[in-house]
T-cell receptor, first 114, second 115 residues
Framework: NAGVTQTPKFQVLKTGQSMTLQCAQDMNHEYMSWYRQDPGMGLRLIHYSVGAGITDQGEVPNGYNVSRSTTEDFPLRLLSAAPSQTSVYFCASSYSGSGTYEQYFGPGTRLTVT | AQSVTQLDSHVSVSEGTPVLLRCNYSSSYSPSLFWYVQHPNKGLQLLLK??????LVKGINGFEAEFKKSETSFHLTKPSAHMSDAAEYFC?????????????FGKGTKLSVIP
């Protein structure tokens, strides 16, 4: 199993540009989520999904959009990039079968918006 | 609502000495608790998890944590620090109950290990 994969690893955008961060998992996990990590802030939840066709907002959803058309993929779209979105983005997945719902993380995407 | 407080943002220890990273939580009911580790420029890796089966939980790389309900604490310890332990550590809480996927993260404790 590849686990949770994310592309790209690094990205530089100009203010106002849009882009999609890709996330995929091959573990058949029903739950997927996106976090952003900023220094001293821990991880903050952006959006999450409990299954194909179901998404919901987390703590910091503004400026981001998601969709979940398949169990495996959960892309994160930046609609119009702003410098405040400079961050490291992590995708994670989880499943109820473990009983504890621990999350498995991808390697991250480091995004810089100039 | 749940919350997590990591009491130290930075801990520095000498190689071979004990490690203590402190975490207090607030949760409406008996939660699941986790410690994750993040090495520089890497993703997060699960270190250990508490699921109410035992209060002392053993994890990978010699780490362990003790759940103390009366103190609402879940401190992470290791008897002897190794250089490879230098990383950032996150204490995480999940509310109990089926269907509760969402995690709440502490702000992290950066562990430095001095040779």
């Amino acid at each position: 199993n590849a686990g949770v994969t994310q592309t790209p690893k690094f990205q530089v955008l100009k203010t106002g540009q849009s882009m999609t961060l890709q996330c995929a998992q091959d573990m058949n996990h029903e739950y997927m989520s996106w976090y952003r990590q900023d220094p001293g802030m821990g991880l903050r939840l952006i959006h999450y999904s409990v299954g194909a066709g179901i998404t919901d907002q987390g703590e910091v959803p503004n400026g981001y959009n998601v969709s979940r058309s398949t169990t495996e993929d959960f892309p994160l779209r930046l609609l119009s990039a702003a410098p405040s979105q400079t961050s490291v983005y992590f995708c994670a997945s989880s499943y109820s079968g473990s009983g504890t719902y621990e999350q498995y993380f991808g390697p991250g995407t480091r995004l810089t918006v100039t | 609502a749940q919350s997590v407080t990591q009491l130290d943002s930075h801990v520095s220890v000498s190689e071979g000495t004990p490690v203590l990273l402190r975490c207090n939580y607030s949760s409406s009911y008996s939660p699941s608790l986790f410690w994750y580790v993040q090495h520089p420029n890497k993703g997060l890796q699960l270190l250990l998890k508490y699921t109410s089966a035992a209060t002392l939980v053993k994890g990978i790389n010699g780490f362990e944590a003790e759940f103390k309900k009366s103190e609402t604490s879940f401190h992470l310890t290791k008897p002897s620090a190794h250089m490879s332990d230098a990383a950032e550590y996150f204490c995480v809480v999940r509310p109990s109950g089926a269907g509760s996927y969402q995690l709440t993260f502490g702000k992290g404790t950066k562990l430095s290990v001095i040779p």
